[in-house]
T-cell receptor, first 108, second 114 residues
Framework: QQPVQSPQAVILREGEDAVINCSSS?????VHWYRQKHGEAPVFLMI?????EQKGHDKISASFNEKKQQSSLYLTASQLSYSGTYFC?????????FGTGTRLQVFP | DAGVIQSPRHEVTEMGQEVTLRCKPI?????LFWYRQTMMRGLELLIY????????DSGMPEDRFSAKMPNASFSTLKIQPSEPRDSAVYFC????????????FGQGTRLTVV
């Protein structure tokens, strides 16, 4: 079952913040986050392994609530380079399944 | 390492023809994934291999699709016969085994079936 992401799309002005949510109907053992720019391959951002774990990468961070089977990606003070489609990935027993995707557009 | 290498980058074929997509994973990686990406369905997992063995092919849409991994450095995804609804971008990704390892994607093959 594919994780569900919300919102489906976000439009931001440079400097604004955004939150992308990922929810799974099955138990999440780990959560991956990837970003895909138009016409390119998805690129890894971060992995969260434990419930409650939070990670940061520049001004992009994420949290993982294992109990609720949810993860959220936080983009702070967005930059033009943040534009793209963000995917969460559910990794169970070596099988990596991606969420429905969230398209983020940042304008000057 | 050059990363995951896929070929061809673009393929245009006529309905009914056989199509073969190729993938060379990163050396040392023992998990390999084939994904299909479309606007409607997003990134779908078609099949994945571990140590060259197909572990889960439940995402393969129908019998027209088949995948092989004859050795650790090569995998193919074949569609025979191809149909217009198979048009999509097909990605291959590889990783080390385990839930705490990132997947590295190839640049994808854009397939158009006319």
């Amino acid at each position: 079952q594919q994780p569900v992401q919300s919102p489906q799309a976000v439009i931001l002005r440079e400097g604004e913040d955004a939150v992308i949510n990922c929810s799974s109907s099955k138990a999440l053992y780990s959560v991956h986050w990837y970003r895909q720019k138009h016409g390119e391959a998805p690129v890894f951002l971060m992995i969260l392994l434990k419930g409650g774990e939070q990670k940061g990468h520049d001004k992009i961070s994420a949290s993982f609530n294992e109990k609720k089977q949810q993860s959220s990606l936080y983009l702070t003070a967005s930059q033009l380079s943040y534009s793209g489609t963000y995917f969460c990935g559910s990794h169970t027993t070596d099988k990596l399944i991606f969420g429905t995707g969230t398209r983020l557009q940042v304008f000057p | 390492d050059a990363g995951v290498i896929q070929s061809p980058r673009h393929e245009v074929t006529e309905m009914g023809q056989e199509v073969t997509l190729r993938c060379k994973p990163i050396s040392g990686h023992n998990s390999l994934f084939w994904y299909r990406q479309t606007m409607m369905r997003g990134l779908e997992l078609l099949i994945y291999f571990n140590n060259n063995v197909p572990i889960d092919d439940s995402g393969m849409p129908e019998d027209r699709f088949s995948a092989k991994m004859p050795n650790a450095s090569f995998s193919t995804l074949k569609i025979q016969p191809s149909e217009p609804r198979d048009s999509a971008v097909y990605f291959c990704a590889s990783s080390l085994t385990g839930q705490n390892t990132e997947a590295f994607f190839g640049q994808g093959t854009r397939l158009t079936v006319v």
